[in-house]
């Protein structure tokens, strides 16, 4: 309002009959609006409301459905809500779907503006759904409605632009059996929170899970093999896409290994998702920030926790250890001029079982292979371009890929099958001869 | 392609036909994640849950009454995972808060709490609308709504099942499936209508 600057007054303004601003011009006497308001002030219990009021009060609620539900989030949406609803009701010529009450809100299912379907939309929906969803069956006196529904349907279940391709979906779908072959392999059973609906007789279930237990020891170790060769080629596929993401990369950097941390110093190279400053994932992550790579192909099936899409938009590494499947070689220092050579380097590996453990402060076993593949053996990539499987982390020099020089020389053979002290994040390769990947 | 029923492959999965539980796996990909990607609105998630599901059906197979239908019951394990995952990582602002209230804002003074549908236009996929664009308001129209709305919606939309059949899968009243899927169409189509005025209109100028 701009009254001090017009010298002759306006009249004052009529009392706005919108306030809540629904559009609409509510109809209530001033004793029934404050009897409402007092209501909901109560929070919609009568018994609260002043006596005065609690007359009017009970009959607006009763009128409105109100008595059986707790109060609507947000005093200022249930009064606009109420008062759009006391407007309809009030305006001739406009037909509701079922009663005039508004929905219940139990739950705080319905927003303070929620959308009511005309009469013929809701007779549609209904006839349209008795037809088991099949337009040609309702009458023909709802068709058009009802192709109306079906359009709205079809908006909201039509495959989007990032439908997944074929290697997605493949790549999910191996994800999802190896979370439910680990499953099996623990002896994992249900949570207590899913408890079995009591209308099954627990001596039903229970031979159910003897019949299913007995099937699964005898079948599940040819299927297993069957699984892992296929989890193998299909890691194999992924390696061969970073060995081209590798290639690109380093030709457009000036024949430098991906690297966008400064050297480590004190501070460990596993800080994954803490610090991408002083995480080493975060440099082969950059292949994916930079769309050399895609996620997916830096996530191996035999990894469930791999993560096959962005967390974020601005994510520089992956959030957590469980979800990296393929350890790089640990950049302590810048490297130029590696890849493309005829180099027997390890430059990416599976996922390192010794920083797993070391991680946990727990003892390593220089002799491990990788988790990815239950133990196997690993997927290498060395600095040639070639991908190949490992049946031990020992490469044919005799280098570990696990492990920097320093450490390889002064283990003995009997301490790498017992175990040694866990590293601490902090080792760096030997030279550019030194094979070793983390985390 | 094995020709069986969903729920035949689970009988011979109890049976001992471990490999058919890939089939029921690659059967449901691109259904199931899609309803899920809609529900979380989050491919991530999206993923996380459907392997969750699975996992979880796997466990609970026991239970599984074959005389019942299993796609039904999958999607309610998975809408359930996704309600799960999206509350441990910090539930996302559902009701954007730019949303506009009523229409209020719009101008078009009709009170705004009655959808008459075929007022709603729903362009066919293909005309003036980039893919990218018609999913992101989709996803925009389907964010707006309350959780429970969002979930029934979309488990009647991709499951067609009968309102008794969706009463005995949430073990809800039938006029509570009813009601709320008729409130769940009605918001559903206004959030349309508003996403699509609001491409239209970017730049309006109060």
Same mark, same amino acid.
């Given at each position: 309002?701009?009254?001090?600057?017009?010298?002759?007054?306006p009249p004052p303004p009529p009392p706005d009959p919108d306030p809540d601003h629904t559009g609409i011009t509510p109809r209530l006497s001033t004793e029934d609006a404050r009897a409402l308001e007092a209501f909901f002030d109560a929070d919609c219990q009568l018994d609260r409301v002043p006596d005065a009021l609690r007359p009017r009060a009970e009959r607006a609620a009763a009128l409105f459905g109100l008595l059986e539900s707790s109060p609507i989030e947000g005093r200022q949406g249930r009064i606009s809500h109420v008062l759009s609803r006391i407007g309809r009701a009030g305006r001739p010529g406009v037909e509701t779907a079922g009663s005039a009450v508004p929905p219940?809100?139990?739950?705080?299912?319905?927003?303070?503006?929620?959308?009511?379907?005309?009469?013929?939309?809701?007779?549609?929906?209904?006839?349209?759904?008795?037809?088991?969803?099949?337009?040609?069956?309702?009458?023909?006196?709802?068709?058009?409605?009802?192709?109306?529904?079906?359009? +709205?349907?079809?908006?909201?279940?039509?495959?989007?632009? &990032?439908?997944?391709?074929?290697?997605?979906?493949? &790549?999910?779908?191996? #994800?999802?059996?190896?979370?439910?072959?680990?499953?099996?392999?623990?002896?994992?059973?249900?949570?207590?929170?899913?408890?079995?609906?009591? #209308?099954?007789?627990?001596?039903?279930? +229970?031979?159910?899970?003897?019949? +299913?237990?007995?099937?699964?020891?005898?079948?599940?170790?040819?299927?297993?093999?069957?699984?892992?060769?296929?989890?193998?080629?299909?890691?194999?596929?992924?390696?061969?896409?970073?060995?081209?993401?590798?290639?690109?990369?380093?030709?457009?950097?000036?024949?430098? +290994?991906?690297?966008?941390?400064?050297?480590?110093?004190?501070?460990?190279?596993?800080?994954?998702?803490?610090?991408?400053?002083?995480?080493?994932?975060?440099?082969?992550?950059?292949?994916?920030?930079?769309?050399?790579?895609?996620?997916?192909?830096?996530?191996?099936?035999?990894?469930?926790?791999?993560?096959?899409?962005?967390?974020?938009?601005?994510?520089?590494?992956?959030?957590?250890?469980?979800?990296?499947?393929?350890?790089?070689?640990?950049?302590? #220092?810048?490297?130029?001029?590696?890849?493309?050579?005829?180099?027997?380097?390890?430059?990416?590996?599976?996922?390192?079982?010794?920083?797993?453990?070391?991680?946990?402060?727990?003892?390593?076993?220089?002799?491990?292979?990788?988790?990815?593949?239950?133990?196997?053996?690993?997927?290498?990539?060395?600095?040639?371009?070639?991908?190949?499987?490992?049946?031990?982390?020992?490469?044919?020099?005799?280098?570990?890929?696990?492990?920097?020089?320093?450490?390889?020389?002064?283990?003995?053979?009997?301490?790498?099958?017992?175990?040694?002290?866990?590293?601490?994040?902090?080792?760096?390769?030997?030279?550019?001869?030194?094979?070793?990947?983390?985390? | 392609?094995?020709?069986?029923?969903?729920?035949?492959? /689970?009988?011979?999965?109890?049976?001992?036909?471990?490999? /058919?539980?890939?089939?029921?796996?690659?059967?449901?990909?691109?259904?199931?994640?899609?309803?899920?990607?809609?529900?979380?609105?989050?491919?991530?998630?999206?993923?996380?849950?459907?392997?969750?599901?699975?996992?979880?059906?796997?466990?609970?197979?026991?239970?599984?009454?074959?005389?019942?239908?299993?796609?039904? =019951?999958?999607?309610?394990?998975?809408?359930?995972?996704?309600?799960?995952?999206?509350?441990?990582?910090?539930?996302?602002?559902?009701?954007?808060?730019?949303?506009?209230?009523?229409?209020?804002?719009?101008?078009?003074?009709?009170?705004?709490?009655?959808?008459?549908?075929?007022?709603?236009? /729903?362009?066919?996929?293909?005309?003036?609308?980039?893919?990218?664009?018609?999913?992101?308001?989709?996803?925009?129209?389907?964010?707006?709504?309350?959780?429970?709305?969002?979930?029934?919606?979309?488990?009647?939309?991709?499951?067609?099942?009968?309102?008794?059949? /969706?009463?005995?899968?949430?073990?809800?009243?039938?006029?509570?499936?009813?009601?709320?899927?008729?409130?769940?169409?009605?918001?559903?189509?206004?959030? =349309?209508?508003?996403?699509?005025?609001?491409?239209?209109?970017?730049?309006?100028?109060?």
């Amino acid at each position: 309002m701009d009254e001090h600057q017009n010298p002759p007054p306006p009249p004052p303004p009529p009392p706005d009959p919108d306030p809540d601003h629904t559009g609409i011009t509510p109809r209530l006497s001033t004793e029934d609006a404050r009897a409402l308001e007092a209501f909901f002030d109560a929070d919609c219990q009568l018994d609260r409301v002043p006596d005065a009021l609690r007359p009017r009060a009970e009959r607006a609620a009763a009128l409105f459905g109100l008595l059986e539900s707790s109060p609507i989030e947000g005093r200022q949406g249930r009064i606009s809500h109420v008062l759009s609803r006391i407007g309809r009701a009030g305006r001739p010529g406009v037909e509701t779907a079922g009663s005039a009450v508004p929905p219940r809100s139990r739950e705080g299912l319905y927003e303070g503006d929620a959308a009511v379907l005309l009469n013929n939309d809701a007779e549609a929906l209904d006839a349209w759904v008795l037809a088991g969803f099949d337009v040609e069956r309702v009458p023909a006196s709802l068709r058009d409605r009802a192709r109306a529904h079906e359009a +709205l349907a079809a908006l909201a279940t039509a495959p989007g632009p &990032h439908a997944p391709s074929q290697f997605e979906r493949a &790549h999910l779908v191996e #994800r999802t059996m190896t979370r439910i072959a680990e499953a099996v392999e623990t002896g994992q059973t249900l949570e207590p929170e899913l408890s079995i609906p009591t #209308r099954n007789r627990m001596a039903d279930i +229970l031979s159910v899970a003897a019949v +299913l237990l007995i099937a699964v020891s005898v079948l599940w170790p040819v299927m297993s093999r069957v699984r892992d060769s296929s989890r193998q080629a299909e890691c194999a596929a992924n390696m061969r896409g970073v060995a081209h993401a590798l290639g690109a990369y380093t030709q457009d950097n000036d024949d430098m +290994l991906p690297m966008v941390t400064a050297g480590f110093g004190s501070s460990p190279w596993w800080n994954v998702g803490r610090d991408p400053t002083s995480s080493n994932s975060a440099n082969l992550y950059t292949l994916a920030r930079e769309q050399y790579a895609r996620l997916a192909e830096m996530a191996c099936p035999g990894n469930p926790r791999a993560i096959t899409a962005p967390r974020s938009l601005d994510a520089r590494d992956w959030s957590t250890l469980d979800e990296i499947s393929y350890s790089y070689r640990v950049m302590a #220092r810048p490297e130029r001029s590696i890849w493309g050579t005829p180099s027997q380097l390890v430059v990416v590996a599976d996922r390192s079982p010794v920083v797993l453990r070391a991680v946990r402060g727990q003892v390593i076993y220089p002799m491990e292979s990788s988790p990815n593949h239950r133990g196997q053996g690993q997927h290498a990539l060395t600095a040639d371009g070639a991908a190949q499987w490992m049946d031990t982390p020992v490469l044919p020099s005799g280098d570990n890929i696990w492990l920097p020089k320093p450490i390889e020389m002064i283990i003995d053979f009997a301490a790498r099958r017992r175990g040694i002290d866990p590293i601490h994040g902090t080792e760096a390769p030997a030279d550019r001869q030194d094979s070793f990947v983390g985390p | 392609m094995d020709q069986r029923t969903d729920e035949k492959l /689970v009988e011979a999965y109890r049976q001992g036909e471990t490999e /058919v539980f890939r089939l029921l796996v690659e059967r449901y990909h691109d259904d199931l994640l899609r309803f899920l990607t809609r529900l979380a609105g989050d491919r991530q998630i999206a993923e996380d849950a459907f392997q969750d599901a699975f996992l979880q059906v796997h466990l609970s197979l026991g239970s599984f009454d074959t005389s019942r239908r299993f796609r039904p =019951w999958l999607f309610t394990i998975a809408a359930n995972k996704a309600r799960d995952l999206l509350r441990k990582r910090g539930r996302r602002q559902t009701l954007e808060l730019s949303a506009p209230i009523g229409s209020a804002g719009g101008g078009s003074g009709d009170g705004g709490s009655f959808i008459d549908l075929l007022e709603v236009e /729903v362009p066919p996929p293909d005309t003036g609308l980039l893919a990218e664009e018609r999913d992101e308001m989709v996803q925009r129209a389907l964010d707006r709504l309350s959780d429970p709305l969002r979930e029934i919606l979309l488990l009647a939309y991709f499951q067609r099942l009968s309102y008794a059949q /969706v009463a005995d899968e949430l073990g809800i009243p039938l006029g509570t499936v009813k009601s709320r899927l008729h409130g769940a169409v009605a918001s559903f189509a206004k959030n =349309w209508r508003e996403v699509s005025t609001e491409r239209e209109r970017p730049a309006n100028q109060e």
